[in-house]
């Protein structure tokens, strides 16, 4: 399967600690999204990559998150100081995209479930 | 922001019927996508769909970009068509992130 995968599935985690997820993209695809979906809600964007650089970042990110995608691969998203309000599915897409066409069509995977206690 | 209006928010069908999912946009759109989001959490690419219309077995799409809205269309719905569909469209302008609506929640009964 050639698909976008994440790793881990599930995290859970003392509020406080500090939590790492991976996401391994379609491997000809040049973009990487992380999106955030809570309880009821549609998915909401994070932040993405073009090949190894960062290019857009969302208000949702605070401070306590970091994203890298080092060589243009894979890519880490992590979270210090976790707060419960953390709590969510975190969501990883890729996409094979640029110029006036935008952003091409992105596949998921399938997310990394964190719950803070 | 680009704003998305799903609806309706739920629908409850009996196995067999067909169904019409609405997705209404605030401003010009550069991409569509409908998914359908599993009860794991996976979401399944549905339709890439811009513009135009698109038939893929059981399932369709139309998207007028130019009135700014989508619909989904779902034949002879089967119990395995349960589950939350979410339009999402990208803008471009900077925000390069897909931005959802909130989803129907489709439950189909045998």
């Known amino acids: 399967d050639t698909g976008v995968s994440q790793d881990p599935r599930h995290k859970i985690t003392k509020r406080g600690q500090n939590v790492t997820f991976r996401c391994d993209p379609i491997?000809?695809?040049?973009?990487l999204y992380w999106y955030r979906q809570t309880l009821g809600q549609g998915p909401e964007f994070l932040t993405y990559f073009q090949n190894e650089a960062q290019l857009e970042k969302s208000r949702l990110l605070s401070d306590r998150f970091s994203a890298e995608r080092p060589k243009g691969s894979f890519s880490t998203l992590e979270i210090q100081r976790t707060e419960q309000g953390d709590s969510a599915m975190y969501l990883c897409?890729?996409?094979?995209?640029?110029?006036?066409?935008?952003?091409?069509?992105?596949?998921f995977g399938p997310g990394t479930r964190l719950t803070v206690l | 922001g680009i704003q998305v209006e799903q609806s309706p928010p739920d629908l409850i069908l009996q196995e067999g019927a067909n169904s019409t999912l609405r997705c209404n946009f605030s401003?010009?759109?550069?991409?569509l996508q409908w998914f359908h989001q599993n009860p794991w959490g996976q979401l399944i690419n549905l339709f890439y769909i811009p513009s135009g219309t698109k038939q893929n077995g059981r399932l369709s799409a139309t998207t007028v970009a130019t009135e700014r809205y989508s619909l989904l269309y779902i034949s002879s719905s089967q119990t395995t068509d349960s589950g939350v569909y979410f339009c999402?469209?990208?803008?471009?302008?900077?925000?390069?992130?897909?931005?959802f609506g909130k989803g129907t929640h489709l439950i189909i009964q045998p």
């Open positions: 491997s000809e695809h040049n973009r």
């Open positions: 401003d010009s759109v550069n991409n």
């Open positions: 999402a469209v990208y803008s471009g302008g900077g925000a390069d992130g897909l931005t």
């Open positions: 897409a890729s996409s094979l995209g640029g110029g006036a066409s935008g952003s091409g069509e992105q596949f």
